[in-house]
């Protein structure tokens, strides 16, 4: 049985892809330092599998910690997750994001590479893109100059990985997340935000739960079908399959190069109003909003072209936008 170190294994993505390691039969240690995190989110990932992951309370941007984990622990192959995510507060604490998402990400590869540790996934983002020139977004898409601290992360964290492969042989799949939403069908795992939320589906579940008084939708005068900005909202389910198969793929030496990339979204684009809708109808009920200026730096459009990921993954989504805001309903009401 192949040993796999999640770290950020008790966060939103993170969790959900424990869940899927091992139900495919992994051994999963967990490294998690809960600063955006809760630890019970452990007793419900064994309640949704039956097996209690392994974890330790490590910050990752204590090298020595690092070090005496990796000498006590033999693992396979790292999935790393654990980053700080938020766009806006990243321009504000740009050297805090520097530290922990270059920092832990710089002393992880140096412990795998000290270990000849081979395997290698790392969180990446669609906004490597930014407003790309064409629609859907593939991989050969430029990378653009990143409108925040917390973009340039994700654009500098895959040239440190991209080296790394390069110099020490090692094996790495960056994965270009869109946005990822919906909570598991146990309902025990889904998206816990701290204080109030800047991602849609979140603030759209706070709202018509009453815990928001209305939603505001951040512009009708994009060059969109009906003007409000258009996303790929992939469900965390899927996303988190995606990352066993390019795992699966590291293993059974199927990358063709060292350093592989791939998209994963669904290709479908949808608007906020779209997914207003879609809410509405999942929830059975109106959503309270009203429509306000453009928030800064958000892009027009953003869906991804699945091509590569479909194929060299060998996997696809499974589940709609539907059941993903359904999902988001139901873990919201039992909060
Ligand atoms: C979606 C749409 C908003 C809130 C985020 C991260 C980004 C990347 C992908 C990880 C936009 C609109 C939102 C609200 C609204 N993640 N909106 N009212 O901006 O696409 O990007 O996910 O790397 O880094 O920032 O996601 O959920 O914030 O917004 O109208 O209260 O919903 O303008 O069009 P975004 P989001």
Known sequence: MKKILVTGGLGFIGSHTVVELQNKGFEVVIIDDLSNSKIDVLEKITEITGIKPLFHKIDLRVKADVTSFFDTNKVDGVIHFAAFKAVGESIQKPLAYYENNIGSLVYLLQEMKNRSIDHFIFS????????ADAL????????????????????????IIAESCKAYNMNAIALRYFNPIGAHESIKIGELPIGVPQNLIPFITQTAAGLRKELSVFGADYDTSDGTAVRDYIHVVDLAKAHIAALERLINKKNKVNFEFFNVGTGIGSSVLEVITAFEKAAGKPLNYKIVDRREGDITAAYADTTTANKELNWKTEKSLDEALAAAWKWQQQQ
């Open 124 to 131: 990446s983002s669609c906004t490597v893109y930014g407003q």
């Open 136 to 159: 859907p977004i593939n991989e050969n898409a430029p990378i653009k100059k990143a409108e925040s601290t917390y973009g340039n992360t994700k654009q500098i964290g895959e040239e």
